[in-house]
């Protein structure tokens, strides 16, 4: 569900995604059964001269993929087969965004885009030992990490519904 309000140079849009996940699994002692997710979005935009500036604040949550519910066999350079438990009980990922965007039309067919942004990442996806064996390990919410940014984004307007992009991202991450 989204809002807008808006007035003269200002615009407020507000959001609420709901998320459900169940990996129905059979096994009750791996299973947590359905998950709900509840994801607010807020962002405030203004005109400033010849400009648009706008702020935003997200909560994101994302289902795990399939791959990392069931038993799974890698191979990798040594090919060793190294094998890792699926985990049906595994929870959302999830992030938080903070965002500051600056839009400017240097020319009427051009625009320029810089956004600031600042991601935290949480309960991600991971191999969690479970014993020394290294074969013995089970997929779980044990990562986590945060990206700092700055993104710059040139576009060309053409003729017909053409047109061209170039983006530059400068980012670090934990």
Do not use: C, H, M
Not at 12 to 26: K, M
Not at 49 to 60: E, L
């Amino acid at each position: 569900a989204e809002i807008q309000l808006r007035s003269t140079d200002l615009a407020v849009t507000a959001g609420l995604r709901y998320d459900r996940f169940d990996s129905r699994t059979a096994v009750t002692a791996f299973s947590r059964g359905s998950q709900q997710s509840l994801s607010p979005r807020i962002a405030v935009s203004t005109v400033l001269k010849k400009a648009t500036f706008v702020a935003s604040y997200g909560k994101f949550s994302q289902a795990p993929d399939y791959q990392f519910l069931v038993d799974a066999a890698f191979d990798d350079t040594t090919r060793t087969g190294r094998f890792r438990q699926g985990n049906a009980g595994l929870g959302f990922e999830n992030s938080t965004q903070y965002e500051l965007s600056l839009r400017v039309r240097p020319t009427p067919p051009t625009s320029l885009r810089f956004n600031l942004f600042v991601k935290r990442l949480e309960g991600l996806v991971a191999s969690v030992p479970l014993g020394v064996n290294p074969d013995s390990t089970i997929f779980g919410n044990a990562d986590a990490g945060s990206v700092q940014g700055l993104e710059v984004i040139f576009s060309r307007e053409w003729k017909k519904g053409w047109s061209a992009r170039v983006s530059y991202t400068l980012q670090q991450a934990q």
